[in-house]
């Protein structure tokens, strides 16, 4: 269970599903009301797919390229810095045109449930001594409470508000932006440890 919740709280804080609500109702502003709850359930399974392929294929890559974990903690973490600062400083997220065959495919499902901060997670993850289990059920946790999130996005949104929505968000970046600086700190850590030359 805590190998789960290591997992699965900074993979909740990489989604977002709250966050991106507002972009969520933008984008099924252009959809058919009748084609909503496809739309969630195509997103929710490409998001899911998408996931399981890096949480599998992550390791595997990094031995390929020659990087380290160490290597890849900075890196990641770097990224998700930058991500969650972009997050934090944006007026807002842009609305994005679309095609309604393939909206819950593109961009619901990746890259905004599945987007590069859930990827890198999962790749950070996954590099730590049995974590592949515990980050695969967590991201699939999380894609699944995203696609409940997203069902139910209209009361929501109501309930919360603009204002509550953004809110939200900046607060799930803020925190987002810190488990990125513990990952590069961590990356810098074994990387001094590290003998030379490995």
């Known amino acids: 269970m805590h190998d789960f919740l290591l997992a699965f709280i900074p993979l909740f804080v990489a989604v977002d599903a709250v966050g991106t609500l507002?972009?969520?109702?933008g984008l099924l502003e252009q959809v058919e009301k009748e084609r909503h709850r496809r739309v969630i359930v195509q997103s929710v399974i490409t998001a899911a797919t998408v996931a399981v392929v890096f949480v599998f294929a992550?390791?595997?890559?990094?031995?390929?390229l020659g990087i380290?974990?160490?290597?890849?903690?900075?890196?990641?973490?770097?990224?998700?810095?930058?991500l969650s600062l972009?997050?934090?400083?944006?007026?807002?997220?842009?609305?994005?045109?679309?095609?309604?065959?393939t909206v819950g495919a593109v961009p619901i499902g990746?890259?905004?449930?599945?987007?590069p901060a859930v990827l890198t997670t999962c790749m950070l993850l996954v590099e730590q001594p049995g974590m592949m289990i515990p980050t695969l059920l967590a991201v699939l946790a999380n894609v699944v409470l995203a696609g409940v999130v997203y069902w139910f996005a209209d009361p929501i949104c109501a309930r919360l508000g603009s204002s509550g929505s953004?809110?939200?968000?900046k607060i799930a970046n803020l925190l987002l932006a810190a488990i990125a600086v513990m990952m590069v700190r961590?990356?810098?850590?074994a990387l001094l440890a590290s003998p030379v030359g490995t």
Request: no cysteine; aromatic share 4%.
């Open 22 to 25: 507002p972009v969520l109702l």
């Open 166 to 169: 953004k809110v939200l968000s």
């Open 186 to 189: 961590k990356g810098i850590v």
């Open 58 to 64: 992550g390791r595997p890559l990094l031995r390929m």
């Open 110 to 115: 990746m890259p905004l449930i599945t987007g």
């Open 86 to 101: 972009r997050d934090l400083l944006a007026a807002g997220k842009a609305t994005l045109a679309i095609d309604q065959d």
């Open 68 to 82: 380290t974990p160490s290597d890849f903690m900075i890196a990641g973490g770097a990224l998700l810095f930058v």
